[in-house]
């Protein structure tokens, strides 16, 4: 279950994963965000934020234009 959406489409980067970094310090342990950018390199970059903070990125997925990620909180 998601606990938080971002919509952080027509944003370009870094502000998508900033703005990322910004709503999952407001959740719990274990509380899901799903976010949906428009940036093409937000994919490289949510892929290695997760790596790099211990988040999980749950799903990744690329529908035509916009991307759509879900990531647990550590």
């Given at each position: 279950m998601v606990?938080?959406?971002l919509n952080a489409t027509n944003l370009v980067c870094p502000l998508p994963l900033?703005?990322?970094?910004?709503?999952l310090s407001g959740l719990k342990?274990?509380?899901i965000l799903e976010v949906t950018a428009t940036d093409p390199t937000s994919w490289d970059d949510f892929a290695s934020y997760a790596k790099i903070s211990g988040n999980k990125?749950?799903?990744a997925v690329k529908l035509?234009?916009?991307f759509v990620?879900?990531?647990?909180?550590?």
């Open positions: 606990n938080k959406y900033l703005k990322t970094k910004l709503s342990s274990g509380e990125l749950l799903n035509e234009d916009i990620y879900t990531i647990e909180k550590k």
